[in-house]
């Protein structure tokens, strides 16, 4: 295999489409080193950046994010101070997203006890119980 990867190479050694790597070049995350023969092609190191952008992405970095973390900084800046910069947000966002998910559980939780007489009923209040004046 040479030092050059067509974008198919590219794809099938990284488990992606191809339509993932040109989106990816859209979003100005990856860059081919040129063409050959009118197509692509990828020097090995994008495999390296397709590993960062799916380890960010697990992570929960929207695509923008990603982007700042490749560019948003001083070139010098090491990887542990650009996710530290990031993390405290996304940190924030994930104690939101976590919050939210235990209230909606909760709420799952009090409306398979609904005893309403209707589903109308039920966007009344807390969840009836037999014998309550009012629906939930």
Do not use: N
Request: proline residues 5%.
């Amino acid at each position: 295999m040479s030092a050059e990867l067509s974008i198919s190479e590219v794809a099938e050694l990284a488990g992606l489409k191809a339509s993932a790597l040109r989106y990816y070049e859209r979003q100005e995350l990856l860059t081919p080193i040129g063409r050959r023969q009118g197509r692509r092609v990828y020097d090995r190191g994008v495999l390296r950046r397709l590993g960062f952008i799916r380890l960010a992405q697990a992570a929960g970095f929207s695509i923008a994010e990603i982007r700042t973390l490749l560019y948003g900084f001083p070139r010098r800046t090491p990887p542990r101070d650009r996710w530290r910069a990031l993390a405290d947000a996304k940190r924030r966002e994930l104690d939101e997203a976590i919050a939210s998910a235990e209230a909606r559980k909760q709420l799952l939780e009090k409306l398979v006890l609904c005893e309403c007489p209707t589903p109308e009923h039920c966007g009344s209040g807390a969840p009836a119980r037999a014998g309550d004046a009012k629906g939930s």
